[in-house]
């Protein structure tokens, strides 16, 4: 595998590398230093729309292709992605930001996607079903529901895609992928692996774009496209909602939390402060499922203030190919200036600030990992998802009080909460409305488990046995005449 292959930076339709008919181009920069990394194509809802109709003409071949074979197809990818995963970890902190570690990370999860739907390609099955009558028998089949229109986020540009691209290809469905403006480079590199992989013309389409909104738009009310599958902000998730409503497609939501976590006084604190502090402050707090706000028993508040800060003050900030950096950049200006934004107003309602709070030394987009006390349901900064790296600490006195007060939110993405009496495990697991919770571990994504939100984070569930379902569709057969 030459590594020329992760350099692609043309817009990929109908298995044709293709730069924008008008020849406009969008840049791509470096988030740690500004750095220019390159130019693809800035493609117009037109080109959109010729992507689909793409899409559609391989989907009448894909779809008859075996389970089999697509899981081969998609196996294969999965091997040159690992192949390739330092590579692509690279290309993916040069122009998303995070730390190497956490590339490298990425990488292997986006890629476990492609090889756990490789394996549940063989697996949508029907049923047979017990007729009521003696002459007809009952059965299901599964089938694709046909194009899916894919969109993604810069925070996660590997392994969001993978997580909606397999179980589509896995179901024979064909894809268009938007990626995110800021993070193109990994779309494409990805692509440019599947090319390898064999997969048919027109079966994997990827339309970079400098105008998402008339590119989305088109996307997802195109009559052509049959599923659109989303990860991004809950208020751009209501506008696709509603955008899919007149051609009434399959929507999968992925959208924004808002997520507690709770540390009871019998939790192992050790264990707590490690879960919450890599919960926070992974990718720089900018992922859905970071924690957002920090409850803390009364009787251990003062300790955990004191452990915990020390914890976030020994944080290595810096550019992500920094040996040791642990927390990278902010994605773009108009993020830092909106977390800018944010803590200042928590610290004119009352909040205390006990450490950060301002942009770093290592460069314009890099913030101090900050630490915020005293903070109450009655500030905004409660009520949103905050998406950089600061801490909210909440005190609370009782188990009832704090499972109310951690669901009165209109997110329910992931919850976490640490304690060590088995019975209040139970009863808080149930008591979250969240889609996800963590018990005792501040990690829990992975491509066996449900991925999702209830409430306005979204619907569906991405990854595990139950994320291939949203690409097929139920047929009835009734047979009679036996
Ligand atoms: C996200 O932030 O949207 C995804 C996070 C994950 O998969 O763990």
Not at 467 to 472: F, M, R, V
Request: aromatic share 8%.
């Amino acid at each position: 595998m030459q590594s020329s292959l992760l350099n692609k930076t043309l817009a990929y339709v109908n298995g044709q590398w293709v730069a924008a008919a008008s020849g406009k181009t969008l840049a791509v920069h470096n988030p740690a230093n500004g750095e220019f990394l390159a130019e693809v194509p800035d493609m117009s809802a037109a080109e959109a729309s010729a992507a689909v109709e793409a899409a559609n003409r391989a989907f009448s071949s894909w779809k008859k292709t075996t389970a089999k074979a697509r899981g081969q197809f998609l196996r294969r990818w999965f091997e040159l992605i690992m192949a390739n995963q330092e590579a692509l970890a690279q290309l993916l902190t040069a122009e998303q930001g995070k730390p190497l570690a956490e590339a490298r990370g990425e990488v292997a999860y986006g890629a476990s996607f492609v090889e756990w739907f490789a394996e549940e390609a063989k697996r949508t099955y029907g049923e047979h079903i017990p007729s009521p009558s003696p002459t007809s028998r009952l059965v299901t089949i599964r089938q694709p529901v046909g194009v899916v229109a894919a969109i993604t986020p810069w925070n996660f540009p590997v392994a969001m895609i993978t997580r909606k691209i397999a179980p589509a290809l896995a179901a024979g469905c064909t894809v268009v992928l938007k990626p995110a403006e800021d993070t193109p480079l990994c779309a494409l590199a990805l692509t440019a692996l599947a090319e390898e992989a064999g997969f048919p013309a027109g079966v994997i389409n990827i339309v970079t774009t400098a105008d998402p909104v008339a590119v989305g738009d088109t996307l997802t009310s195109h009559p052509l496209v049959r599923k659109v599958s989303f990860t991004g902000s809950t208020p751009v998730g209501k506008h696709i909602l509603r955008q899919a409503a007149d051609t009434v497609k399959k929507v999968s939501l992925e959208l924004g939390g808002n997520a507690p976590f709770i540390i009871f006084d019998d939790a192992d604190l050790d264990a707590a402060i490690k879960g919450v502090l890599i919960s926070k402050y992974r990718n720089a707090g900018q992922t859905c499922v970071c924690t957002n706000r920090i409850y803390v028993q009364r009787g251990i508040y003062e300790q955990f203030v004191e452990r915990f800060s020390a914890a976030v003050s020994d944080l290595k900030v810096g550019a992500g190919d920094q040996a040791d950096s642990e927390v990278g950049p902010l994605i773009n200006s108009k993020a830092i200036e909106r977390v800018e934004g944010v803590v200042k107003a928590a610290v004119d309602e009352g909040a205390q600030l006990l450490l950060g709070g301002a942009r770093a030394e290592q460069g314009e987009l890099f913030y101090q990992p900050t630490l915020l006390g005293g903070v109450t349901e009655q500030m905004a900064i409660a009520n949103q998802e905050l998406f950089g790296p600061i801490s909210t600490l909440f005190v609370f006195d009782d188990e009832e009080e704090v499972i109310e007060r951690a669901n009165a939110t209109p997110f329910g993405l992931a919850g976490y909460f640490y304690s060590r009496d088995i019975g209040r495990c139970w009863r808080v697991a149930e008591g979250l409305e969240y889609g996800m919770v963590g018990i005792n571990e501040g990690i829990i994504s992975n491509e066996v488990a449900p991925f999702g939100g209830v409430k306005e984070s979204g619907i569906g569930r991405e990854g595990s046995k139950h994320g291939i379902d949203d690409y097929l569709e139920i047929k009835y057969l009734c047979m009679g005449g036996i």
